[in-house]
């Protein structure tokens, strides 16, 4: 129960390395295309990686398990990029904040369907006001847009949320360490396509810019990641970790103000109240006695 109890430590390691990540990539971005910047910060964390799993002698993968690392790997990094930075394009910061955050929704839907993952009322509701919180957050300056790029922020949602799952699957077999190994070797192979603009756009950055990139890819892909399949690994459900993704925009936001003086608004301030107060009920009424263990009980 104690390393069960644990989750939300890693859980918050991770989403303060993604908000974090929101920053410096905007200020990456600045000379660095958007693919060229996702190779070499996979690229970055997958060095890291490589010299942990020799530290810890890491052996590869039972080939039974090559798929679904693929998948993951696929899912988490490669596709997920690409649509999330193709949607990116075209849609406002605010509609890329409200489309990503149906990630931890789909998340907790398809826990339910494919596990048999079940939450009590309260915790639903909690989603409900995390998500509400998250409009708030974006919309009040009326800054949300419909086009094209929705589908994509949804094909985005989707992948993550299909990438929760199968970490959820593979942290069955192996820690969470050598998830996180596996899925970025991987992904960061399937991301080498963009490796050539990478190699040009890095003669040419200046020293901060590569900054930028080192931190993205040391704190907000190794260190981050690594902490989300220990999160997933030792959380009760994969919901239970993944409803802490609704804090992402909120952190951002905090972030923006620390490192970069973005002053926040009070759609801001208000928005970030309702999501505090959903993901303080959503962890609670897991707490509770009613609450589904491997779910088993009267929860919905």
Not at 70 to 97: H, K, P, Q, R
Not at 121 to 129: D, L, V
Not at 227 to 238: G, K, L, N, V, Y
Request: charged letters at 10%; proline letters at 3%; aromatic letters at 12%.
């Amino acid at each position: 129960m104690k390393k069960r109890g644990s989750f939300h430590f890693f859980a918050l390691i991770s989403i303060i390395g993604w908000s974090i990540a929101y920053v410096f990539t905007r200020m990456a971005l600045r000379h660095f295309s958007p693919y060229s910047l996702g190779f070499l910060r996979y690229i970055i964390a997958s060095a890291v990686l490589a010299v942990i799993a020799c530290a810890f002698k890491i052996s590869p993968p039972a080939r039974k398990d090559w798929g679904l690392i693929a998948a993951s790997g696929a899912t988490g990094f490669f596709l997920y990029m690409i649509a999330l930075n193709t949607g990116s394009m075209t849609e406002t910061a605010a509609t890329n904040s409200i489309i990503i955050a149906t990630a931890p929704i789909m998340t907790t839907l398809l826990g339910r369907v494919l596990y048999g993952e079940k939450l009590v009322s309260a915790q639903w509701f909690a989603i409900a006001a995390e998500f509400m919180g998250i409009m708030i957050l974006n919309v009040r300056n009326g800054s949300f847009s419909i086009g094209i790029g929705i589908f994509w922020l949804l094909l985005a949602a989707s992948l993550l949320s299909v990438f929760n799952l199968l970490q959820r699957k593979l942290t069955k077999i192996y820690t969470g360490l050598q998830v996180s190994v596996y899925s970025i070797f991987t992904g960061t192979a399937m991301l080498s396509v963009f490796m050539k603009g990478a190699i040009e756009e890095t003669r040419n950055a200046d020293v901060k810019y590569l900054f930028y990139v080192a931190l993205l890819g040391i704190f907000s892909s190794a260190v981050s990641y690594v902490a989300w399949s220990m999160a997933i690994e030792r959380a009760p459900h994969t919901s239970s970790a993944s409803n802490y993704m609704f804090l992402t925009p909120l952190l951002a936001a905090v972030m923006g103000f620390v490192i970069a003086g973005e002053l926040p608004d009070s759609g801001t301030l208000i928005g970030g109240a309702v999501i505090l107060s959903g993901v303080f009920l959503f962890n609670r009424a897991g707490r509770s006695p009613h609450a589904p263990v491997n779910g088993k009980n009267t929860a919905v």
